[in-house]
């Protein structure tokens, strides 16, 4: 099956845990919004998706990526460390 418009038809990941078939049917930008340590489209940095841990977490990756900055900021540093992390809104996690 050749690529649509929407992106569907090919799979857009290096690496998933995601059935291909599955992959191939959904949109590139359902895709993209996937986690890359879920489906690595390589991605993560331009959708914002990303971990602040700077030391041990007990969150699974694919929740740190997919976690808002404003969780991970009020998370205790006991279970996902964001002590020294820069957020896009300038501030540095305690």
């Given amino acids: ?7 569907q038809g090919v799979s857009h990941a290096k690496d998933s845990q995601v ?6 049917k959904v949109p590139k930008s359902v895709e993209h ?7 690595d489209t390589g991605s993560n940095q ?3 998706k990303v971990s602040h841990a700077t030391g ?3 969150v ?5 990526e997919g976690l808002p900055e404003k969780v991970e900021k009020v998370v205790p540093n006991a279970i996902h460390d964001t002590s020294g992390a820069k957020f896009s809104d300038g501030s540095v996690g305690n």
């Fill in 33 to 39: 919004n996937l986690p890359d340590s879920v489906h």
């Fill in 1 to 7: 099956m050749a690529e649509n418009d929407k992106g």
């Fill in 60 to 64: 699974p990756q694919a929740l740190q």
């Fill in 56 to 58: 041990d977490s007990i």
């Fill in 19 to 24: 059935p291909g078939a599955v992959q191939e």
């Fill in 46 to 48: 331009q959708t914002g």
